[in-house]
């Protein structure tokens, strides 16, 4: 017997989503994945000073608001020929904003937005209205274990806030930074800061190795099926980010379902848009030269994000993506890693494929960036120079590739008469929450779902367990590329 | 002694989540304390709706909704976050179903709203539309308070603008309506709590000195009063330089940045460019 199952809202993620499934015979047959709210946020860009794109862009969204800071300074800075002058002290400055903004994103992400589908916070903490109405029935921590994790919950609420402290040493505040601007960071890096920042991302690191981990790992052993839940498309894409002296942190990598490593190149992205509000004659472009006509009325498109696609083929983005993309591409630190967390589960690489395996690598990735900001700490140089001076140029085209918590981001700008022509943004959550493309493959969140069996409806764990491991971010990725000119038509979201 | 509890309903709207990162981000009271604890002796609140770390999910949490604004009329505070949609009769932004039909954010802030003992509108999408009300405005965003005025909801509405709101602006506006009820919050014509937005950053700023003397920073990255550079801290009434940003490590002038002037309802269309000097002539 078939039936339908909406979930609207999904909860604890960034932003409005909305899931449907059809589940026949116990299994899932179909997924549509629903983006419920519309900004238009690149109209907005439209006529605005170039420069202002990397204070706005960043109000895309207040979780990983330091991800759109980044790539939009990177493209600035491409527009604006800097590139190749931004002072060593910048990039790194740079990176330990972005790598502080990822330690408060993940940490938020397993205790706060993930874990209460593992944990049963009402067995520790009472029926606290917060917590109540909630699925019911599979809860399998042991009680200790389960009042253990409550109690990291609460702690977890301190560490991601000393995150977000720390980051405001160089970024100023936290959310929305002021740190990062084109042409490299607002201030010089002084020996006090330098030393006050150490202090506190040893907190962090102390709380990433001795509680973050072992949660991880304690949560996976209680429901080890979930390392065969939520398989996804297999396909995993990198951008890369955390530039240094010492080459990137996180390798830019196309990783086939063979684990076979491709060099990656922003040309072979495309946007579909056969099942998504926008005109079919707009299909298939790339982010460089795409294109948007709104067609409000039209048939079974369902969601506001396009598809991006990578060679016209479904890429899952986001720590599991970069892991392994570092995994094939021979990092040692990355390999060590993981290899000791799947020895733990006397587990292969494939079984990284998984709600389980999402979990983990974004784990071992918080681990693999706060052990790597101690060593950027020490390269600064103290008192040097962390900016050069920027004009705006009258007409020039930019690109900024980096790595949000979520997965890759992309920012793209065309600047004509020194104003901001056309500006257009990628977010990892486009990619992994994108509808059917032009050839009616689903997204990868789709895909994860499809198959899955649900043991009973009426609390379909199974679901919301696959689609939060994935980190959505909807308020990054429901966004109106706009072609010069057009008007932004009436949509009937229905 | 007998605990008053303070039903609270935190909707989303057009925003980032950016001012509820921000509320968790509070230090003293902490999030822990405004979730578990008598907030002050005798007063606690009682979160029962907030998208972001709620327990549930789906048509049972909206069912939540209705049932407060049916059960709870008059008894809880309703705080909204993001801006409001309203092109197309707000169907550009949904929070969930009602039976096969979208829920839309202006529908269930209007609804609950109606209900509400008090509204608080948090940043300055939920207070003054911000940046998804910025032109060309795609959506028709608006803040509350001009949604209610459109609407003929009669609900108090106080304003807790920035871009994010600092949490201490929250935690003391909650703590003033605790200790000494909601009438008791002196505020400003636009409806901000004159304690946090009554000065002018300028007044308070540590490069006032600079100012006075005429030592201007000319590029970012140079000591000095950064008004050339495009620093709007001399119309913006915020308490920042006083109060500072992330348990006092810092904020934006302080770390070589200038002001946005993001807690005034000009912005983001009249305070930018953010790079660029803007006069008190430009303003008028």
Redesign the interface.
Known sequence: MSKKI???????????L?IEVVIDDGVVKEACSTG??????E??LQ???P??AN??TQ?????C?SSHATASALCIDDAFGLTDKIPDNAKLIRNLILGSNFLQSHI?HFY??AA?DYVD??SA?GD????????EGDYRVPDEANAELVKHY?MA??I??KC??M??????????N??I?P??V???PTEDKITNFLWRLNEIRDFVDNTYIPDVISVAKVYSDYFEIGKGCQRLLAYGAFDSSNGELFKPGVISEKLEHETFAPENITEDVKHSWYADSTSGKNPAQGQTKPEPKKQKAYSFLKSPRYKGKVFELGPLARMVSNYVQGHAKTKELVDSVLGEFDAGVDALYSVLGRHAARALEAKLVADVMVDWLQVLKPGE???V?SHIPDQAEGIGLTEAPRGALGHWMTIKDKKIDRYQVITPTTWNASPKDDNDQPGPVEQAIIGTKVKDTDNPFEI?RIVRAFDPCL?CSVH?LNAKGSE?G????? | MHTKEYPVIWLQGAGCTGCSVSILNAVSPKIQNLLLDEVVPGHQLNLIFHATIMGGQGDPVIKVLKDAEKNRKGGYILVVEGAIPTADDGIYGTIGRTGDKHLTIKQSVLDLGSSALLTIAVGTCAAFGGIPAAEPNPTGCKGLKELFIDEGVDTAVVNLPGCPLHPEWFTGTISMILFSGADSLDLDKLGRPKLFYGQLIHENCPRRADFDKGKFAEVLGDSGCLYKVGCKGHYTNADCPLRQWNNGVNWCIRAGAPCLGCVEPEFPDDTSPFYEKITFEDLR
């Open positions: 909406k979930i609207d809202p999904i909860t604890r993620i960034e932003g409005h909305a419920t709210l519309f900004r238009g946020f109209l907005i006529g605005r000073d420069r202002d204070r706005l109000r895309i969204c207040g979780v608001p938020l706060h937005l209460l916070a009402v903490v606290l209205a917060l917590f109540v109405p909630r699925y609460l609420l301190d991601r806030r977000q402290e980051l405001s040493i160089f970024g100023g505040k936290m959310p929305h002021v740190g601007v042409g490299g607002t201030e010089k120079p962390a900016i001076e919301v308020a109106l932004l009436v949509f009937k979201v229905v």
